[in-house]
């Protein structure tokens, strides 16, 4: 059966791998727990759940027995010299037998590793192991009562046909056990496989957030550098201001991938660092002009986001004409949300809708990353959008719901 | 040897222009801030040599060259980071050097460019016929070539386009047939029909076909009909 065999995969995972998903709970920003307290707390649960489902199961058949007893004492009166407080002992100690055999059943199935044995497999052994038991059970009830303490023989059947029909009597029980067993065993192994998927989806989801977040453009950076180079002789000082730039710049990007989110406000300070790079090459190509509102620089945003949209804007609206332009920056609070827009002349050659112009190569793949990192971190209540702005612009708008919205 | 810089970068031509000095055999005769810039500028100061950026505003190097009248000049390609330009000059001899250029690295490329050019400098004399050792450069998806005249078997009009058959790629150049015929040497190349022009250089064989025309094998087993006034023409010329 597919589910068990998975299941046996799951269990005989390398140590080492174990071991990483431990490390990436504690990593997880949500949890300060470690794993294996946790697996140790539930093999506690586990254990105590063993204990009453074996006592109340084994109760409730003591209770069924007497109440049987009882009827038929009721139906048809004992015979003269029967020993009632003999039978009620005697039905105690055959259910006590039934529970310590069960006790002892449940070791050797974890060690011949049934558990990950699929129903196919399972069942001849269950019939088997039930029928072993039963013989034993039967072998100590019997013997116990009749052999040992020479009680007189109860039945007013063939010993023969008592010994059979007990047996198998004890069989049925024991397969129902077992059966009962196994059930809730798979249906661990099913919670189990759905945990571990859902733990996968997390960790796959982490994963593409840290490969989403965008890094400084290499070209963008060996081309600084190499405007730089000349810088030297031309204007050291200037040279000295944009090599701090180009640190600060390169710093925020490395532990940007650290970080969930950071203020508007710091973003803003690399986006001014990368912008007074790009003034260097670019000379009087590029102008650039801001509009950020004072609520604004205090609200939360993914890192390098509005440096992706600002860098696309340079390369849309600047690098490629030859006549430059201007990027016009602006952030504010519209009706709960945080509304960030970058404006860079051009034209928006696909459609108005971000998805579809996005997917374009054109627009690359930097907005669509930054579009993906948004739907990762607020789902649909976060929008990207690419518009054609008025006289000859493009335009890129984010919205984020300000913390505690639901808007 | 005279260089032209061409780099939308004024800091970027300035530091190559620094980087030149120590090679006082380059001279510097000019310098473009784009392809179209780029493209007057050849026409008019003929360099020997360009010291090519990728991407530029409006056209990137690449169409540059493709718009350039062959014979090309020398070219390097300077790039800063260019994963895609880099994985083209795999496929070729050509060279590239990263920004910011080490001096080193320049030297060995104005090196190699002294010894590939063993035969005399392209005389700066167009329009002239191609000679067998002048190169057209060729760009097709990702890969680029600059392949010498010799080595082309065949050209295949293709509206204003003309595919090249070469070794095993057939790319399409930027520029017709027509025009691409009026620079080739009639010596080497023969046009066969109205689609196709050969290269004599590389005929294999010849078979007679319908009404008096030809059917020419090609090195390489591309086939060629020839018309019967073409065939007319194509005897003459093998005869003489």
Redesign the interface.
């Known amino acids: 059966m597919a589910i068990a065999q998975a299941t046996g995969e799951y269990t005989n995972r390398p140590r080492d791998e174990l071991a990483a998903t431990g490390a990436s709970l504690l990593r997880h920003p949500m949890g300060t727990f470690s794993a294996f307290d946790t697996a140790a707390k539930l093999q506690h649960t586990k254990e105590r759940l063993y204990v009453l489902c074996q006592l109340s199961g084994w109760g409730l058949f003591l209770v069924i027995q007497f109440s049987f007893a009882r009827a038929a004492a009721l139906v048809n009166p004992p015979q003269l010299g029967h020993d009632q407080m003999l039978e009620a002992a005697s039905m105690v100690m055959v259910v006590l037998l039934g529970l310590v055999l069960t006790h002892y059943a449940r070791p050797l199935i974890t060690r011949w590793g049934w558990k990950q044995l699929g129903w196919r497999s399972l069942s001849p052994r269950i019939v088997l192991m039930a029928a072993i038991l039963s013989l034993l059970w039967m072998a100590a009830g019997f013997g116990y009562s009749y052999g040992v303490l020479q009680l007189p023989w109860a039945y007013k059947s063939n010993p023969a046909i008592v010994v059979i029909a007990s047996w198998l009597n004890g069989m049925g029980l024991l397969v129902g056990w077992l059966c009962i067993y196994f059930f809730y065993h798979i249906y661990e192994q099913l919670q189990r496989l759905q945990v571990e998927q859902l733990r996968l989806v997390a960790n796959i989801k982490e994963a593409e957030l840290r490969a989403l977040k965008a890094q400084v453009n290499?070209?963008f950076?060996?081309?600084s550098?190499?405007?730089?180079?000349?810088?030297i002789?031309?204007d050291a000082p200037r040279a000295r201001e944009a090599v701090t730039r180009l640190a600060s710049m390169l710093r925020y990007s490395l532990q940007s991938g650290q970080l969930e989110t950071v203020t508007l406000e710091e973003e803003l300070r690399t986006v001014e660092d990368y912008l007074a790079l790009e003034q260097?090459?670019?000379?009087n190509r590029l102008r650039v002009s801001w509009q950020i509102a004072a609520a604004a620089r205090t609200q939360i945003v993914p890192p390098m986001l509005v440096q992706t949209l600002v860098e696309n804007a340079v390369k849309y609206g600047v690098?490629?004409?030859?006549e430059g332009g201007e990027v016009m920056i602006s952030a504010q609070i519209e009706k709960q949300s945080l509304i960030i827009s970058v404006i860079n002349p051009g034209e928006l050659t696909a459609p108005s809708n971000a998805a579809s112009a996005l997917a374009g190569s054109s627009t690359g793949v930097g907005l669509r990353n930054a579009s993906e990192r948004l739907k990762l971190l607020y789902g649909d209540r976060a929008t990207l959008r690419l518009f054609s702005a008025p006289a000859g612009c493009v335009s890129a708008v984010v919205s984020i719901p300000l913390p505690g919205s639901s808007a | 040897m005279k260089a032209l810089l061409i780099d939308d970068?004024?800091?970027?031509r300035?530091?190559l222009r620094?980087l030149l000095k120590a090679h006082p055999e380059i001279e510097i005769i000019g310098e473009a801030?784009?392809a179209?810039d780029a493209l007057s500028k050849v026409e008019a100061l003929k360099p020997d040599l360009l010291f090519l950026d990728i991407?530029m505003?409006?056209d990137d190097g690449f169409t540059l060259l493709e718009k350039l009248e062959p014979p090309l000049p020398l070219v390097i390609f300077t790039t800063?980071?260019?994963q895609f330009a880099v994985k083209a000059f795999e496929f070729n001899a050509l060279d590239y050097l990263?920004?910011?250029?080490d001096p080193h690295r320049l030297t060995g490329a104005l090196e190699k460019l002294r010894i590939s050019r063993a035969g005399p400098a392209p005389a700066a004399i167009a329009p002239r016929r191609l000679a067998p050792e002048d190169k057209v450069f060729v760009r097709e998806g990702e890969r680029c070539w600059f392949v010498a005249v010799k080595n082309i078997r065949l050209l295949e009009s293709e509206g204003n386009y003309t595919r090249l058959y070469f070794e095993e790629q057939k790319p399409q150049l930027f520029r017709s047939l027509t025009a691409m015929e009026e620079r080739l040497d009639p010596q080497h190349f023969f046009r066969a029909n109205r689609k196709q022009v050969i290269n004599l250089a590389w005929v294999e064989g010849i078979e007679p076909w319908f009404s008096g025309g030809l059917l020419v094998k090609l090195k390489g087993g591309a086939k060629v009909e020839l018309s019967r006034r073409q065939a007319q023409d194509f005897r003459e010329r093998m005869s003489l």
Request: charged share 35%; aromatic share 4%; glycine share 2%.
């Open positions: 290499p070209h950076l060996f081309n550098l190499n405007s730089l180079r000349a810088l002789e031309e260097i090459r670019h000379e690098s490629i004409r030859r | 970068e004024r800091l970027a300035n530091e620094r801030v784009d179209a991407q505003p409006g800063a980071y260019d990263l920004k910011p250029v």
